[in-house]
């Protein structure tokens, strides 16, 4: 599976402590990450990730232009509901194509922790099922 893990960044602590708990889940998919969660995951938790550019510089339409290519199956993204964002038009931009597309949200750590144990049980095989999938 093809996992996107972003974090805005009053929220990058919060996805670090859930990426070192969740590592041996993770560890066994393709993680992306826009370029600053990415370079952190990296650092601190060992996982191979690969990054894209920044959230404000075009991060998060490189991760929605993946889900239109239907090459994206998971997103965790930790949102700061509380900070206005520069780019928050990529945001919303990125949650949409998730609906439009069907594919896995979390954007808080309590429904991330609900995907990710589902996706180690086997229930989110649905995606590769998918006949469109490549
Ligand atoms: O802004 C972000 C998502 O909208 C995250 O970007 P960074 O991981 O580069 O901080």
Redesign the pocket.
């Known amino acids: 599976m093809n996992i996107a893990l ?4 009053r929220k ?1 602590d919060d996805l670090i402590q859930f990426a070192t708990a969740y590592k041996p889940i993770l560890s066994k998919h393709n993680l992306f ?6 370079q952190r995951v990296i650092d601190e938790t060992g996982l191979a990730v690969h990054r894209f ?5 075009g ?2 339409q490189q991760i929605g232009a993946m889900i239109a290519q239907n090459n994206m199956d998971m997103i965790i ?1 930790f ?1 700061d509901p509380l900070t206005a ?1 520069p ?1 928050e038009p ?2 919303t931009a ?1 949650i949409r194509l998730c609906d439009v597309y069907q594919i896995p949200l979390a954007t808080n750590m309590g429904t991330a922790e609900v995907l990710l144990k589902g996706l180690e049980k086997g229930l989110v095989d649905w995606r590769l099922l998918n006949e469109r999938r490549k």
Not at 53 to 57: A, C, D, F, K, V
């Open positions: 972003i974090a805005h960044d990058k990450a826009t370029g600053t969660t990415g550019q920044s959230g404000p510089l991060g998060d993204f949102r964002q780019h990529d945001v990125l």
